[in-house]
Structures are given as C-alpha cells and as structure tokens.
C-alpha cells in the first residue's frame, strides 16, 4: 500500500513475503551518500537556524500571540470585511516583515 508521500504516524510494516530476517538485513547496508562527507555550508547558513537541514517548509508551528483586547477586536472586523481570514491576513503582513527584519539585522551584523 502506497502512501503517495503523506507522512503517517504509524511505522513502516513489512511487505507480504518480507521477513523480520530481510528487514533487518536491509538495515545494515550502508548508504554511500551517508559515507561521503557532506558540503560545507556557508557561515552565514550555519549561524541561522531555519537554514538547519532538519528545518521542513511544510511543517507549520503554533505559536500563540497575546493581543490587547482592542486589537483582537480591529482584527475580528478586518476579517469580517475581508477575503482573508485572521489568520491569512497576519501572515501575509507578518512574514515580510519578519523577513525585512532579519534582512537588517543582517546588514547591521555583516556590513
């Protein structure tokens, strides 16, 4: 059974004529690009840490923001009145933010 590359919570299961003796056999063959010593990154790809190669562009972080009262209010109405949701319209002004951000403290850290 394919999983058309969805990730699943479930672990792999072995084929129907596989046996715990080939799986495990399977296992101990190394993998030739694992035995060649990987590129060095650039400094500056080492120092931030979404450059990390364990750093996924499809896994999606929570992360809760305290708003005053007020805001929540103007931003429940911007949604009401608009094509996005609350939750579309401050990413789409927070991301580029967040990244003109980082671009000057880079250009302040690296001149």
């Known amino acids: 059974m394919a999983n058309d590359g969805k990730l699943s919570s479930r672990p792999p299961q072995m084929g129907v004529n596989g046996s715990l003796e080939s799986f495990i056999d399977g296992a101990s063959i190394p993998n030739r690009d694992a035995l060649e010593p990987a ?3 650039e400094r500056e790809e080492r120092t ?3 450059n990390a190669p ?3 562009a499809d ?3 929570v992360y809760n ?3 005053p009262e007020s805001y929540l209010l103007k931003l429940k109405y911007i ?3 608009s094509p996005d949701s609350m939750q579309q319209f401050c990413l789409s002004v927070l991301l580029p933010a967040i990244d003109a951000k980082v671009e000057e403290l880079n250009l302040k850290n690296n001149p």
């Open 48 to 50: 931030h840490p979404w």
């Open 79 to 81: 949604a009401e009145r």
């Open 39 to 41: 590129a060095a990154p």
């Open 65 to 67: 923001l305290r708003l």
């Open 59 to 61: 896994v999606v972080k």
């Open 54 to 56: 364990n750093v996924r």
